[in-house]
């Protein structure tokens, strides 16, 4: 399975960006998809996930601000992240859970920078 994100860039705090992550490869049931933050000199964090029927996760600094979702059909999952902040900036990684069998992966990231 491959995971290949887009639509990071350079936005003014208060703007808006959409990541999206779309995976790809032989056969495989997808279960969990999420996006972690990795900010510079920090450990990488969790920001959202969307599970398999659509309940949502946030960590509590983006709930309001951010919103999840994902197209099944296409394998996809999506970051839509409104009021941006400087402390959003960061390097964002999609991760994809499997079922049957239970596996992890990571896209390459993307980077988000937020200038105040």
């Known amino acids: 399975v491959q995971l290949q994100a887009f639509g990071g860039g350079l936005v003014q705090a208060g703007g808006f960006l959409r990541l999206s992550c779309a995976a790809s490869g032989s056969r495989f049931n997808v279960n969990v998809m999420g996006w972690y933050r990795q900010a510079p000199g920090k450990q990488r964090e969790f920001i959202a996930l969307i599970g398999s029927r659509g309940r949502p996760d946030y960590v509590d600094s983006v709930k309001g601000r951010f919103i999840i979702s994902r197209d099944n059909a296409k394998n996809t999952v999506y970051l839509q992240m409104n009021r941006l902040k400087p402390e959003d900036t960061g390097v964002y990684y999609c991760?994809?859970?499997?079922?049957?069998?239970?596996?992890?992966?990571w896209g390459a990231g993307t980077q988000v920078t937020v200038s105040s």
């Open positions: 991760k994809l859970s499997t079922i049957n069998p239970t596996e992890y992966y």
